[in-house]
């Protein structure tokens, strides 16, 4: 029997999984360590930390899996987007990475658009300037910390870090590419193009390869730490998002998924490149060779769900704890006593500003309609509801852009509690499954090993391994109630943005 390895870099651990040619999960191994947030707003992490947590992890799963060394054929990488790592010319680490989630860079943002002008960014990158992408990151090092902006001669992603700490060898791959704003995504390379606009070196970015290939093998010293044998090749991987999607089946037209973590994630599978004039949703190379996907992304998806659970929802937790349930599943049957539509209480959910569809770093939560007759059901209730809102936010831009919904792929938070599934079915007017993957950035990295050791001809193919396992259709009434009151949402932003820049302004 052949087995792989899946290892997903994520912003609170790092994962690993080691999973059976037949799709079987054998063993499960997860690392936590801390976001550091020197200041509001910002958010670090120091690149050493993923490599620390990745040999605890992959070791531990090995071990726990009980499999021969040489049965391992593949390792593959999933990690988080944009987050920077900076390496001098002897590949040590210059200072803790910039996260997906900082937002310090509104200013070089503003500097970049300008510069390279809206026409442009779409025509090279395919994106807009945001503060989570890596191009601003390494502007606003060049500005507040010159020397080691000096001292820069190697830009890297989280996983590509930890890849190249395992193997010695510098790289990356096309889907956390497309993430840093100066990837060409249409021709699947670094675009030379903004790069010499910016003045910034093109040979600080290595070698791009497509997500199942290939991209070193492992050294003698960390295969013995590891428990596998020395020379087990390493595919490029893929971002956490891409590698959610080919973990959850998101391979072809039609394909779309919705992932509630910390953050919202809209994906829709594209076979050509599609770039909404508006740039409001992303496009970025799929996992899937010579394929693109549109995405769009709230900040504040799962995390308004565990904000409320820790500062309103103190009666659910300490039920929770009593109990042995989780916290979100008694907050779930709280807000199920509730009324669709919450009897008109709303929630905005921009607890981190916003990306997908405001681009507003100043955005700001709120609580709107609240009145006497609103009690704590009501407020739990609206706080999924405002969530499920902000996700069709993209949704509706999908619409706009005809890309060709069949269903919609619940995973992560909104997948595994059926009241969440019946939310997101209701108020998308889609319908909703699951499928049977787990550990879904984890199990398509592993998908991606199979296909590079050739345990598999291609991504399609492993990826037969993916069946849905419940469905959930949306109700005719409840899907009316719910299209009246994301009108009612859709207007709130607008109305309230002046106010989110002024409180910011006073800050």
Request: glycine share 10%; hydrophobic share 40%.
């Given at each position: ?9 994520g ?30 707003g ?38 988080q987007m ?13 200072r803790?990475a ?52 000096k ?13 190249y ?25 670094w ?21 199942q ?6 050294t003698?010293?960390a ?32 394909d ?5 973590g ?57 039920i ?21 539509g919450s ?43 405002g ?5 069709r ?40 499954v ?74």
């Amino acid at each position: 029997m052949s087995y792989v390895i899946g290892c997903d870099v994520g912003t609170s651990g790092t994962k690993a999984i080691v999973v059976s040619e037949g799709g079987k999960i054998l063993s499960n191994v997860m690392v936590e360590y801390p976001l550091s947030t020197p200041r509001p707003g910002w958010a670090e992490q120091h690149p050493d930390t993923w490599v620390k947590a990745a040999f605890e992890a992959i070791a531990g799963a090995v071990k726990k899996s009980g499999v021969k060394a040489q049965e391992v054929k593949a390792l593959g990488f999933s990690g988080q987007m944009h987050s920077s790592v900076f390496l001098d010319k002897n590949g040590k680490v210059l200072r803790p990475a910039l996260l997906w989630c900082d937002t310090r860079t509104h200013q070089e943002c503003l500097e970049i658009t300008r510069k390279v002008g809206e026409n442009h960014l779409r025509q090279w990158v395919s994106n807009p300037a945001l503060e989570g992408f890596t191009l601003p990151k390494i502007l606003w090092v060049k500005k507040h910390e010159p020397k080691i902006y000096k001292q820069i001669a190697q830009v890297l992603m989280p996983k590509d870090y930890v890849r190249y700490k395992l193997t010695g060898v510098l790289g990356t791959e096309v889907s956390d590419a497309a993430g840093t704003l100066y990837f060409d995504v249409k021709n699947r390379c670094w675009s030379k193009e903004i790069l010499s606009k910016l003045g910034i070196p093109l040979i600080w970015f290595p070698q791009v390869v497509e997500s199942q290939q290939i991209c070193g093998h492992l050294t003698i010293a960390a295969a013995k730490v590891l428990g596998v044998k020395r020379g087990t090749p390493v595919v490029g991987g893929g971002a956490d998002n891409t590698c959610g999607a080919v973990g959850n089946g998101i391979i072809k037209t039609g394909d779309v998924m919705a992932s509630i973590g910390t953050s919202g994630v809209f994906f829709a599978h594209t076979d050509q490149v599609k770039v909404d004039p508006k740039m409001r949703v992303h496009t970025f190379c799929h996992s899937v060779p010579k394929k693109w996907y549109l995405m769009g992304v709230m900040l504040s998806a799962g995390y308004s769900l565990r904000w409320y659970r820790d500062t309103l929802g103190l009666t659910e937790k300490e039920i929770g704890k009593k109990t042995g349930r989780d916290a979100y599943n008694v907050l779930s049957d709280l807000a199920e006593k509730a009324p669709e539509g919450s009897e008109g209480l709303l929630f905005l959910p921009y607890l981190m500003g916003e990306r997908t569809p405001h681009k507003d770093p100043h955005a700001r939560a709120a609580f709107i309609g609240a009145s006497a007759r609103h009690g704590r059901a009501h407020f739990a209730r609206s706080v999924f509801e405002g969530m499920i809102f902000g996700m069709r936010d993209s949704l509706e831009i999908f619409r706009k852009l005809k890309v060709p919904i069949r269903q919609v792929v619940a995973t992560g938070g909104g997948a595994v509690n059926p009241f969440q599934r019946q939310l997101q079915a209701d108020i998308y007017g889609e319908e909703v499954v699951t499928v049977n993957s787990q550990e879904a950035p984890a199990f398509g990295a592993a998908l991606l090993a199979m296909v590079g050791s050739g345990l598999y001809p291609s991504v399609s193919e492993a990826c037969n391994l993916i069946k849905v396992v419940t469905r959930t259709y949306p109700r005719k009434k409840s899907v009316q109630i719910y299209n009246g009151w994301y009108q009612e949402f859709k207007r709130l932003y607008p109305a309230l943005k002046p106010s989110f820049a002024s409180i910011q302004a006073k800050l």
